[in-house]
């Protein structure tokens, strides 16, 4: 049996040899044509017979080696392949000796000249196996030093004999060198190639372990950042002196802050892993870039500056994109501008174009008047975690992440961001986002919160293995008045489940032992009061992977941590307006 590094060269060799038979069959009729007009013999058309045949055995004996084989072939089938190289080089080189004895302009000269052709042919056949280079150059190699013996032998004396043979033997050992040389060069490339595939493999192994870190680490923070939203917004609304709701507020506005952080880690660990999506929705781009001017407005008024928007009357209101992810550039942009600008104004100016195939090409600069950047900054301002000095995030804040996950975004859409900017004149940062045409863009809601609904008279079980969950998802179902239920682990909820009837499930999706995908299955699975009963995830993963696992394991819907109290209270009452629409619950 052959080693693995042996069997390879081989099949290499193997696959050169089989791809270029037709052009040493048509290499072979031009020297029979050529030495027939020369030699003016019929046996060159018996020669290039012999040599065909040959052609067709090598192609028949190589025909097993295979990149695609999972084993070597046997050992019969190896040495008949070695004996058919051999015996292909042996016929061809043949027509060397009556060559080399041949009158005129051919002679030893022309003949050395072939012989000397098959062995550089050989050598570039058989890169890696040394086998297929020892059976194919050995019969040339016999013929520059048997040649000049068989003339003298049969011509008589020949001064030049020993020369020619000395310069076959020279050749020979030269096309060797050169073999190995070439051999140990592939080696190398070998070696390099593996090491190359091995830290490609280990970088990719070590972006997949921070992506899951960073997921991992994003899920346990959540937890405790919803109690602290949740506990922050039911002090603020029940306290009744301004100083304990304003601490609240602090409280609330810094886990606000915490859960910016969070969702920045997050994005860069996905745009890193490759696992990004931008969606593709309708959703109207005039009202959402004239909301962010008004919000950002009122920003910009409480420290005295002006915030001017400039061409949104002549974007289309139905587009199609990632509303979501373009705010969030935006957003960013404009919250930068705001930050870092302490006289003067922002300019917002929007245009658009169009482009072949009803794509929208979205052009918004948002231009300010601050402190502007120095060009050893600008140079890096999009690497990640970069904020020029210590300075900036003591002074202002952030985690130096916007900027290059807005990027990232935008070229994910299709655009790119660019900046350009001076040190003490202000900035200038550009954005290019490509959309699509919508038939129809959804109704707008209102810039205002929608009041939380009306109390419910339903019962609600809650599932987390956290206590501070728990809690936090209590105090925010108290305005609903419903009745609430809690479970410490899916085990313990699935029993409780087995025995009472719940109008609606709020269920935690990483849990110790039991995960809130494997109890959701069980659920459904059970014939119990709750098989139909409405699941909500609660989860701090939310990709469209995970998204997609909640809906598969049989949960219908989904609420990202931490909770937003509006948020959760949308979603429960489109579950339980589901569960009241007759064809909706029938199906």
Avoid at 267 to 292: C, H, N, T, W, Y
Wanted: charged letters at 20%; hydrophobic letters at 50%.
């Amino acid at each position: 049996m052959l080693s693995e590094k042996t069997a390879q060269g081989l099949t290499y060799a193997a696959g050169v040899r089989r791809a270029q038979a037709p052009l040493r069959v048509v290499i072979a009729l031009v020297l029979a044509v050529t030495f027939h007009t020369q030699l003016v013999t019929d046996w060159l058309w018996i020669w290039f017979g012999g040599y065909v045949a040959c052609q067709l055995l090598e192609v028949w004996a190589l025909w097993p080696f295979r990149p695609e084989r999972a084993t070597s072939p046997p050992a019969w089938r190896i040495g008949l392949a070695l004996v058919s190289i051999f015996l292909l080089g042996s016929v061809y080189g043949a027509i060397a000796i009556p060559l080399w004895m041949a009158p005129g302009s051919l002679g030893p000269a022309g003949a050395a000249l072939l012989l000397a052709g098959g062995i550089l042919n050989v050598l570039s056949h058989s890169r890696g196996s040394s086998l297929a280079f020892m059976a194919g150059a050995v019969p040339f190699a016999a013929y520059l030093v048997a040649a000049p013996l068989i003339d003298r032998a049969v011509r008589g004396a020949d001064p030049f004999s020993l020369p020619f043979i000395l310069v076959g033997v020279l050749f020979l050992v030269a096309a060797v060198v050169v073999f190995r040389a070439a051999e140990r060069l592939t080696e190398a490339q070998t070696r390099s190639v593996a090491e190359l595939d091995a830290r490609r493999a280990g970088a990719e192994a070590t972006s997949e372990a921070k992506s899951t870190f960073a997921a991992m680490v994003s899920h346990e923070l959540r937890t405790p950042l919803s109690a602290i939203l949740a506990a922050a917004g039911e002090i603020q609304r029940r306290a009744a002196e301004p100083e304990v709701r304003e601490r609240a507020g602090l409280i609330a506005q810094g886990g606000r802050l915490m859960r910016a952080l969070l969702d920045d880690l997050l994005d860069l660990s996905k745009l890193e892993a490759g696992r990004m999506r931008v969606e593709d929705i309708p959703f109207d781009l005039q009202l959402l870039v004239e909301d962010l001017s008004l919000f950002w407005s009122s920003e910009a008024q409480r420290k005295g500056l002006a915030l001017t928007l400039h061409g949104a009357e002549t974007l289309p209101h139905k587009a199609e994109g990632d509303p979501m992810r373009l705010r969030q550039i935006l957003n960013n942009l404009l919250s930068n501008a705001v930050k870092f600008t302490e006289s003067g104004g922002v300019r917002i100016e929007v245009a658009h174009h169009e482009t072949p195939g009803q794509r929208l090409v979205l052009r918004v600069c948002v231009v300010d008047t601050g402190r502007g950047v120095s060009p050893d900054r600008l140079a890096r301002i999009f690497t990640p975690f970069d904020q020029g000095d210590v300075s900036t995030a003591r002074t202002h804040g952030g985690s130096g992440l916007g900027l290059a996950i807005s990027r990232e975004l935008a070229r994910l859409m299709g655009g790119d961001l660019s900046v350009e900017s001076r040190e003490g004149e202000g900035s200038r940062f550009t954005i290019l986002a490509s959309l699509g045409r919508s038939a129809s863009a959804p109704v707008a809601a209102s810039a205002s919160p929608p009041p939380p609904p009306p109390a419910l008279a339903v019962r609600i079980l809650v599932v987390d293995d956290h206590e501070m969950g728990r809690r936090a998802l209590t105090l925010l179902l108290g305005p609903l008045g419903a009745q609430v239920a809690t479970a410490e682990s899916a085990r313990a909820a699935l029993q409780l489940l087995s025995l009472e009837r719940f109008d609606l499930v709020l269920m935690d999706v990483t849990m110790a032992g039991m995960d809130g995908l494997e109890a959701c299955r069980r659920l459904r699975a059970d014939p119990g009061p709750n098989q139909g009963t409405p699941v909500l995830a609660v989860t701090g993963l939310t990709s469209e992977k995970d998204v997609q696992a909640c809906l598969a394991a049989g949960m219908t819907g989904w609420v990202a941590k931490p909770v937003d109290a509006q948020k959760l209270y949308d979603a429960i009452e489109g579950v339980l307006a589901d569960q009241d629409d007759p064809a909706t619950a029938a199906a």
